[in-house]
C-alpha cells in the first residue's frame, strides 16, 4: 500500500473509529486473487463486540464508496478486532494486558541481557511494567520490573484455566 493510499485510508477511517470508541491499531491492504483486501483491525480497553464491528464495517464501506481512496478496483472489506496472538507493541496493549502472563523478548541492552522471560502484567507505567515471574518446582512466585526499552517483542500467553476479570470480582 503506497503512502499516500495509507495516510489517506488512515485520514478517513480514524474518525469513524474515534466516534465509536475503539482505536484503530491496523491497516492492511493486499491481493486477494483479482480483488484487494482491505483489513482494519480495531480495539479498546474493554475489547471489542462482534456488533460493533459489523456497524463500524457499514459505516466504513459507506465512507469508502462516497470516496476515491479505494479507486475503481473491486476490494473485500474486513474489520476485526486483534486476535490474541497480537503482538503488544504500545503502552495501551501493555495496559490492557494487566493481569495477563505475557512472553516477552528481552533485548542484549537489558539490564540483564537478553533472553525470554514469561511473567504475569502486573502494573504499567510510563517507563515500564511490574511483573510476577511464576515460580518453579513448587517456588514461590518472583517480582520483577522490566523497562519498556528492554523489551524487543512481547505477546500475550493463551491459558486455558485463567480465572476471568469477572469471575474474580463475584
Known amino acids: 500500500m ?3 493510499q495509507s495516510d489517506r485510508l488512515r485520514g478517513l477511517l480514524e474518525p469513524l473509529v474515534a466516534a465509536k470508541g475503539l482505536d484503530l491499531e ?6 486477494a486473487g483479482r480483488r484487494r483486501m482491505l483489513r482494519i483491525v480495531v480495539d479498546s480497553d474493554e475489547g471489542v463486540e462482534l456488533d460493533a464491528c459489523a456497524e463500524l464495517s457499514r459505516e466504513v464501506s459507506d465512507a469508502l464508496d462516497a470516496s ?4 475503481e478496483d473491486e476490494y473485500v472489506l474486513e474489520v476485526s478486532s486483534p486476535g490474541a496472538d497480537r503482538p503488544l507493541s504500545e503502552h495501551r496493549h501493555y495496559v490492557r494486558a494487566i493481569g495477563r502472563l505475557v512472553k516477552f523478548q528481552l533485548s ?5 541481557g537478553a533472553g525470554e522471560l514469561v511473567a504475569r502484567i502486573l502494573g504499567v507505567d510510563d517507563e515500564g511494567m511490574d511483573l510476577e515471574v ?6 514461590k512466585a ?14 500475550v500467553e493463551i491459558e486455558f484455566n485463567r480465572k476471568d476479570k469477572k469471575e474474580e470480582e463475584a
Open 2 to 4: 503506497s503512502t499516500t
Open 26 to 31: 491496523e491497516i492492511e491492504l493486499s491481493k
Open 68 to 71: 476515491d481512496v479505494m479507486g
Open 108 to 112: 542484549a541492552e537489558g539490564e540483564k
Open 134 to 139: 511464576p515460580g518453579v518446582k513448587g517456588r
Open 142 to 155: 518472583t517480582a520483577r520490573r522490566v523497562a519498556f526499552t528492554d523489551i524487543a517483542k512481547a505477546r
